[in-house]
């Protein structure tokens, strides 16, 4: 597993949000390391936070940002350590180990427009430079928002699988005083009364869309705008012929405590942007208590907020906070997003090792093969649970996939998982040529492998597959999961259930289960769960039976017959010559073989059998 050092030179920096972001995320992660696993370099004389596990590496003096760049380059060839970007850059000079890069935004690409002025331009051309050696460099980017991962991929080309999107979260806000001052008697600012002004955090980046505040202060004179940040913003007024409005305050830069109480005490919180990676002012204030927040109508936006704030629409309303699109419950947004969780999703792509498989492995038919019920294909890569273990495999260019797990789970675990040591293009090629439906149900499903799962989840999942079809057999099994499981902490807060254990299933009691949508199976697995909470069925035991005693043995429990008993056999024991027979089998066997059973002529009839599952499955929806 790869080791990182983070650029710290944002240590140095002014605190915004991207600068914030990278604070939070490592100060999330930092308990959740093991020690020395993950460097900070900073410059001389840098303030860091103290930190339990992270280890703080003070580099030589460098001057500027190419002489930090040359000093963090020289360190990572030197310790032979691979790089992280938190605050999209990274070390151009650096020829060796590659590394991680975050990239909040791709703004300067995007808007050249932004940047008319000599500095601007200047900026974009460093920013965009950057943003090219990333897409070429860096072996997996990190960024804030969906929106981002989308413009990332048009700009620079960007395989989306190497893109994994970590949200920012607000829970920073928690540790923020608010200043008890600011509307007391000595109130810095004593035009500003409790709920009767409108509040905005800007700059003169043209992105932040200040003139459409100062347009909706001329059009509501009687109501006073709070406006905090840098830059000349009162002269930026001037120049658009606006700067006569009474009713609007320019507050400067604001404390953390004086913001919080700003926002918590506004009569809204305005926030009009017109490109944005994420937006993190509108959650703070949302967090801070603000009883509306008002954003520009934008795909980012509409993706971070849904259907939690009002709504702007750029394109016809130019300066109104009174037309606007309302939304609701605005505090609901704040579940969505966590640093704990944000933290937990960045130490998983830190972790991540490449692994090769080479041919013979699907992912989209494992998944399709009706072996696991379970399987789920999602942003950060098809996810598997196994009991209580779970895994991201993304794939990536050629027979190359990353996975969320360590080498040693990879090869104590998942590696027999997979059933990567059998050379299923071997027994592809040893079937019967004179056998042409099995040769072309072969080629069809070329890549799926007999998973090797929990024997508990089987013998309950295929006892609920009973006359069921696949949608309803995942139905069942997530409802049993979701109210008889152990959580599993997910990143952004979600939470998944590990399969639950014998003990919880017998505890539940029949009517419960019923109520899982189980029907007449509820009883068998309740009897199940009973026979093995209670040791008088040790299915671990049943592993040094031969084929015909293990099913056997399956059979005495109440509701397994032969097609549940050979399944159980195949997907949790590795039995190869069981092949189940339901009914997609045995129209392919009263079509195709006479009514004949074929499996018994042939090895590895398991394997087959799901060749044959998967061509009749697939052959009826291309009939559809």
């Given amino acids: 597993m790869p080791k990182y050092t983070v650029d710290g030179s944002f240590f140095m920096q002014q605190l915004s949000g991207i600068q914030r972001y990278a604070r939070e995320i490592l100060a999330a992660m930092d308990p959740m390391l093991e020690p020395g696993e993950l460097e900070v370099a900073v410059p001389p004389d840098c303030i860091v936070p103290e930190y339990r596990n992270i280890k703080v590496v003070t580099l030589p003096q460098s001057s500027g940002i190419l002489g930090w760049q040359r000093v963090y380059g020289r360190y990572l060839a030197q310790s032979g350590r691979c790089w992280l970007g938190m605050c999209n850059v990274i070390p151009m000079f650096h020829r060796g180990n590659e590394g991680i890069a975050v990239v909040h935004d791709v703004c300067y690409k995007a808007r050249p427009d932004f940047y008319t002025d000599l500095r601007g331009r200047t900026s974009a051309v460093w920013h965009c ?14 960024t804030v928002s969906e929106f981002s991962k989308s413009e990332i991929v ?20 928690q540790r923020v ?6 509307f007391g008697e000595y109130s810095k600012w004593p035009q500003l009364k409790k709920g009767e002004y409108y509040f905005s955090m800007s700059n003169l980046l043209k992105n932040k869309n200040f003139p459409w505040v100062l347009r909706a202060a001329q059009s509501k004179p009687q109501v006073m705008f709070a406006i905090a940040g840098g830059g000349s913003l009162a002269k930026e007024a001037a120049a658009l012929g606006l700067d006569h409005l009474n009713n609007v305050m320019y507050l400067g830069y604001v404390t953390d405590g004086e913001a919080k109480s700003l926002m918590e005490n506004c009569k809204a919180f305005l926030f009009p942007t017109l490109y944005e990676g994420f937006g993190i002012p509108p959650l703070e204030a949302i967090a ?10 934008t795909p980012c936006m509409r993706e971070i907020y849904g259907s939690h704030a009002d709504y702007i629409d750029l394109s016809t309303n130019h300066g109104s906070v009174d037309h606007v699109t309302p939304g609701r419950d605005a505090a609901a947004v704040l579940q969505k997003y966590s640093w704990e969780g944000s933290a937990r999703r960045m130490l998983e792509v830190l972790r991540a090792m490449t692994v090769t498989i080479p041919g013979d492995f699907d992912l989209q038919k494992i998944a399709a093969s009706g072996q696991a019920f379970r399987i789920a294909q999602t942003p950060q890569g098809w996810r598997f649970l ?4 779970l895994l991201y495999l993304q794939p990536g260019s050629g027979d190359t996939y990353t996975a969320s797990c360590t080498p040693e789970e990879w090869q104590g675990f998942w590696h027999r998982y997979f059933d990567l040591n059998r050379n299923y293009a071997a027994i592809r090629a040893a079937v019967p040529k004179q056998d042409a439906y099995l040769c072309a149900a072969a080629r069809a499903g070329a890549g799926i492998r007999i998973l090797r799962q929990d024997a508990w989840e089987m013998l309950v999942t295929f006892i609920i597959s009973q006359r069921k079809n696949i949608p309803a057999i995942q139905a069942c099994v997530e409802t049993l999961c979701t109210r008889y499981g152990a959580p599993l902490l997910q990143p952004g807060g979600n939470v998944l259930y ?4 014998a003990q919880a299933l017998a505890a539940a009691g029949e009517q419960a289960l019923r109520d899982c949508a189980l029907g007449y199976r509820a009883p068998y697995v309740l ?7 209670a040791g008088a069925l040790d299915l671990a035991a049943l592993e040094t039976l031969p084929d015909a005693r293990l099913l056997e043995a399956l059979m005495q429990q109440h509701g397994v017959g032969i097609k549940v008993a050979n399944c159980v056999a195949l997907f949790a024991y590795g039995r190869m010559e069981c092949a189940p027979v339901d009914v997609w089998i045995q129209r392919v066997i009263d079509q195709h073989y006479a009514g004949q059973n074929p499996f018994p002529a042939y090895g590895n009839a398991g394997i087959l059998q799901q060749w044959m599952f998967y061509f009749a499955r697939s052959e009826k929806e291309r009939v559809k």
């Fill in 288 to 297: 801070c208590g603000a009883p509306r927040v008002m954003v520009s109508n």
């Fill in 386 to 389: 196994a009991g209580d273990k």
């Fill in 129 to 142: 430079m950057q943003y090219a050696a990333i897409a070429k460099k860096a072996r997996k980017i990190v």
């Fill in 177 to 182: 005083r608010p200043d008890p001052m600011l």
């Fill in 527 to 533: 009897a199940a769960a009973q026979a093995v909470a």
């Fill in 498 to 501: 590990a399969f639950p254990t």
């Fill in 154 to 173: 048009k700009y620079y080309h960007v395989n989306p699988e190497k893109i994994t999107v970590v949200y920012n979260a607000w829970q920073h806000m």
